[in-house]
């Protein structure tokens, strides 16, 4: 890899991401049923309608896995903790087992030297809590919320940081107006409330959080750069919208209490009542905020009804999901970020990476594309901070190899190599690259 920890400003920390239901293991320990348990066992919804029960069974291999970050040297990890896990109803009555397995996970980094980075909600929402309603439920905030004073008043007094919620793009369109992800809904309604409920909870959960004294508290979006199929002005028009409902809408909301028009065009009439008065509760100040990028969408007018348009094939290479790999949009998505919403504000690429067919061959895993893609998209991420981008830090996604949720286990992510058989970890020939870069 062409690329060391030296051509990054000092301090500079690197990461790796990984999220609770996608290699936990959610039969293990105490934790509850989720939305996504109901969801991947209904038919056609997830590749051979596989499930997180075992997943990476990190659960069990803790510290095996916290090796790895350690052997891989990274600064900082970035993990997420199940709901389901600590509040097994979403509510009341608190699995303590839940609440130990996270604690020896903060313990573990901090024995080895690792910053300890918590996402408080990375999509395994319990299912009672789906049952009323799930994020169409403005209460969601208030539960959020007593979860997340829950969990912290545990594990509060030794995190690095804390982001309360992951990709709110992904809890509200992609779950709610697409239904690739749990629960599965496609409904206009029930999108426009869950895109503006998991704001609320995002602030609800700031709030509480700094209620207990906590700091170095941000906020993580996933960006997907939106570029126009054609050069008509139509094909413009329907590129912004994709970029208006995907990107703008979170950050929109989060630093300008405000929604962009061309989205409330559709979801307007599909609000929640009152929710002009929720962008004090929103707009909670953050210490820092993440990009999660991976790549871009060719956006083309449709015929049909809002938002009458469709994504076209692009040209460029793909990863294993089909994603077109484009750097250039993480370098824009960086210098639009801080020029237009977060100034000064500390920024973190908090997920980047790609999927890869990977095999092992002889025990032994070459990844070069991987590595690749990572040198492309940190040359961009060194770009933004030479012309001024307060870019502080860059988390790869992911680990190892996981539950790529409606996508199964057949797509792989990780740095490690899982084999879902045995579990065994093999650290893929990016690992070490990786590693051979972030030696001090
Ligand atoms: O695996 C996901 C992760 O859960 C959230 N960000 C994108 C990743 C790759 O699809």
Redesign the pocket.
């Known amino acids: 890899m062409n690329v060391t920890r030296k051509d990054f400003p000092e301090g500079f920390l690197f990461g790796a ?1 990984t ?1 609770s239901y ?1 290699i936990e293991g959610h039969a293990f320990g105490g934790a509850g049923r989720t939305h996504w348990d109901d969801f991947a066992a209904t038919p056609g919804n997830v590749v051979r309608a596989e499930d997180g029960a075992v997943a990476c069974d990190h659960f069990h291999r803790l510290d095996e896995d916290l090796d790895l970050l350690k052997a891989g040297n990274f600064d900082v990890y970035r993990f997420s903790t199940s709901w389901a896990r600590v509040l097994p109803e979403g509510r009341g009555a608190v699995n303590a087992a839940g609440l130990d397995f996270y604690d020896r996970l903060v313990d573990g980094l901090l024995a080895r030297g690792l910053k300890p980075a918590a996402t408080l909600y ?2 395994e929402l319990p299912s009672p809590l789906a049952d009323a309603g799930g994020w169409r439920n403005r209460d969601i905030a208030g539960w959020f919320a007593d979860f997340a004073e829950v969990l912290m008043r545990r594990i509060g007094d030794r995190m690095w940081s804390v982001a309360p919620i ?2 709110p793009w ?1 809890v509200g369109w992609l779950s709610h107006f697409m239904g690739l992800h749990a629960p599965g809904l496609r409904d206009i309604r029930a999108t426009a409330r869950a895109m503006h409920h998991v704001l609320l909870a995002h602030g609800r959960a700031i709030q509480a959080m700094r209620g207990l004294g906590m700091s170095n508290l941000g906020a993580v979006c ?1 960006f997907e750069w939106a570029t126009p199929a054609d050069a008509s002005p139509e094909a413009a028009e329907a590129a912004r919208l994709y970029d208006g409902y995907y990107n703008r809408w979170f950050i929109e909301g989060l630093f300008k209490g405000a929604y962009p028009a061309n989205v409330l065009d559709g979801l307007g009439p599909h609000m929640p009542a009152g929710w002009q008065d929720d962008f004090a509760v929103i707009g909670q100040k953050l210490d820092w905020f993440g990009l ?1 990028y ?1 790549t871009r969408k060719l956006i083309a007018p449709a015929p049909g009804p809002w938002p009458a348009h469709t994504e076209v094939e692009g040209p460029l290479p793909k990863t294993q ?1 089909g994603w077109e790999i484009y750097p250039e949009g993480l370098y824009q998505f960086l210098k639009r970020t801080a020029a237009e919403y977060t100034g000064t504000l500390p920024l973190y690429v908090t ?1 980047n ?1 790609m ?1 890869n067919a990977d095999v092992l061959v002889n025990g032994a895993c070459d990844d070069a594309p991987r590595s690749a893609y990572l040198e492309a998209h940190l040359a961009v991420v060194r770009r933004a901070i030479a012309e001024g981008v307060p870019v502080k830090g860059y988390y790869v ?2 680990l190892m190899d ?4 409606s ?1 199964g286990y057949e ?1 792989r ?1 990780g740095l490690v190599h899982v084999d879902f058989k045995t579990l065994n970890r093999v650290p893929k020939a990016s690992y070490h690259a990786l590693a051979r870069a972030l030696a001090r």
Not at 402 to 405: D, S
């Open positions: 991401a999220s996608q990375h999509w992951n990709e992904c996933n999660n991976y999901v997920e990476g999927a996604w992911s996981n539950y790529e949720w996508l797509k992510f």
